[in-house]
Every structure is written in structure tokens, then in C-alpha cells.
């Protein structure tokens, strides 16, 4: 397994923009597809955006899409999600999240995913 570390949140106001890295350590990051998920306060933990490992496709939720682009670098066994046009509905704790080697399936789902990272804050402020 790989043990992703996010790190990047933060304050912002709203319609600002941000940029969250993920470090995967311990395994094989390139065979794996990542994701960031999210969980605000009194609420499930929701998806927000995927990459998958081979042709490194993208899948964002629909509240995301436009606003968020998930990008990897197999080379630094990293992935970025940048944030633009920030929303107070944006806040949350986000978490990257690591899927089992050569994975194939939906990637959208926590099931998908058997690694996760510990999270970071973004709180985004009118």
C-alpha cells in the first residue's frame, strides 16, 4: 500500500484559488488511480475528483467540474488538485486517497480506495 500525505490547505476567501498536493509514498503510485475526496462538517465523506492510473483519465463530481483539475506526476509519485473559483460550499477537509495496483473499475466510490492520507483543511471565507 501507499500512504498518501496531503498538504497545500488553507484560508481563502471565496472565488480564490488553491492548490492541494498529494505525496504517495511506499508502493506503486503509478499503477494506481487517485483521488481527493472531501467531508465537511456534519456531512459524509464525498468524492471530488479521480485520475485513473492507466491513460490517466479525470472523473469530477458535477459541483467540481470546471473549477477543479486533478493532474499526476508518475515521475514524483504526486498528485495535484488545483482549485479555482472557490465557494464557501468548498469547505471541507480534504482527503487524497489511493486505489489498490492496477485497479479497473467506477472511481468514484470510497470502496475503490484502500489507502487515504489524513487530510487538509481548506475553509474558504466570504
Known amino acids: 500500500q501507499v500512504q498518501p500525505v496531503e498538504s497545500g490547505g488553507g484560508l481563502v476567501q471565496a472565488g480564490g484559488s488553491l492548490r492541494l498536493s498529494c505525496a504517495a509514498s511506499?508502493?506503486?503510485?503509478?499503477?494506481?488511480?487517485m483521488a481527493w475526496f472531501r467531508q465537511a462538517p456534519g456531512k459524509e465523506r464525498e468524492f471530488v475528483a479521480a485520475?485513473?492510473?492507466?491513460?490517466?483519465?479525470?472523473y469530477y463530481t458535477d459541483s467540481v467540474k470546471g473549477r477543479f483539475t486533478i493532474s499526476r506526476d508518475n515521475a514524483k509519485d504526486t498528485v495535484t488538485l488545483q482549485i479555482y473559483s472557490l465557494k464557501l460550499e468548498d469547505t471541507a477537509v480534504y482527503y487524497c486517497?489511493?486505489?489498490?495496483?492496477?485497479?479497473?473499475?467506477?472511481?468514484?466510490?470510497?470502496?475503490?480506495?484502500?489507502?487515504w492520507g489524513q487530510g487538509t483543511q481548506v475553509t474558504v471565507s466570504s
Open positions: 486517497a489511493a486505489s489498490r495496483t492496477h485497479y479497473i473499475g467506477v472511481m468514484y466510490p470510497p470502496y475503490a480506495y484502500d489507502s
Open positions: 511506499g508502493g506503486t503510485f503509478s499503477t494506481r488511480t
Open positions: 485520475i485513473a492510473w492507466s491513460g490517466g483519465n479525470t
